[in-house]
């Protein structure tokens, strides 16, 4: 997070909590919400104990999704975001923790403003510091050609969902094409000064005729969203090499779904 050093411990400790958290719950009985507001929990008690040992004040946002069967549920803190398409339209965003999202609920900002708005980055929630941490929850019903969007404010501030849906729409391009040209519309847009990029795109597959079949999935689909390093990285810059980490998504069983992750920073 903007405005606190450490980001890179930081997200790198909400990872790791995410990893330990998914363990532990193929392990044992756990509602979908408790599991989500679980690993938000374990990084954010983790980020403090970095924080002391290194003597800094990490911070970071996050934003989960958790896919099983026909239901989605997810958690987020902070102003990285989940949108959620179906055919041609967006159904939902998640609204940001942030002082410009208020401003926006208030009548005083619009919505295609938000990006641009000098107050943009001042958040009013995240993981790390001394407050209780609760997540924000939402869940529904998924279909087949669902989409989920996660990304960073690095990728939504260039990136209008028009604009994500557009590109997801072309379906002579495969996701992770779809995906990787999003990121270079979105770092090309936002030039060196443009903050963290970051995005994990997860489909539901079309049914056929000859193929309906009942969801049997466990799917777990976590992008970390802060200051620091993802899962793929892909650099669009002719200079430096930042770090990167890679993350298996866990995935039990046969799925309909596809998935993509990308950062750039």
């Known amino acids: ?15 790791k909590s995410a990893q330990l958290g998914w363990q532990k719950y ?33 911070r ?5 999704l958790y896919i099983r069967g026909k239901k989605a549920w997810w958690a987020y ?5 989940l949108y959620h398409f179906r055919r041609y339209k967006l159904l939902y965003r998640t609204k940001d923790h942030s002082i410009v999202q208020m401003l926006v609920d208030l009548g005083r900002v619009n919505e295609e403003d938000m990006a641009t708005h000098p107050d943009q980055g001042r958040l009013l929630k995240g993981l790390g510091g001394d407050e209780v941490i609760q997540a924000s929850m939402g869940q529904t019903s998924v279909h087949p050609g669902d989409s989920f969007v996660l ?29 990787k040209e999003l990121v270079k519309e979105a770092f090309d847009a ?5 903050d963290n990029i970051a ?36 650099s669009y810059a002719s200079s430096s090499a930042p770090m990167s980490v890679t993350t298996k998504i866990s995935n039990p069983t046969d799925t309909p ?6 950062v750039h920073e």
């Not at 408790?34 to 983790?46: P, T």
């Not at 803190?77 to 975001?81: A, K, L, P």
């Not at 795109?201 to 466990?218: Q, S």
Request: aromatic share 8%; with cysteine.
């Open 1 to 15: 997070m903007g405005g606190h050093k450490g980001g890179r411990i930081a997200s790198y400790a909400v990872v």
């Open 151 to 179: 990304c960073s404010d690095g990728f939504w501030e260039q990136i209008s969902p028009s604009k994500m849906l557009d590109k997801l729409s072309q379906t002579h391009l495969s996701l992770g094409k779809q995906v």
């Open 77 to 81: 803190i902070g102003d990285s975001r």
């Open 60 to 64: 970071s946002t996050v934003v989960l």
């Open 257 to 262: 779904l596809e998935t993509e992750e990308i």
């Open 199 to 234: 995005v994990a795109v997860a489909r539901l597959k079309e049914k056929t005729f000859l193929n309906i079949i009942t969801y049997l999935i466990i799917s777990l689909i976590i992008i970390i969203l802060g200051g620091g390093v993802w899962y793929y990285f892909k």
């Open 26 to 58: 193929r392990q044992g009985q756990m509602a979908p919400p408790q599991f989500l507001q679980s690993i938000c929990e374990l990084a954010h008690k983790n980020i403090n104990l970095l924080g002391k040992k290194y003597h800094i004040s990490p």
């Open 190 to 194: 936002g030039g060196d000064k443009g």
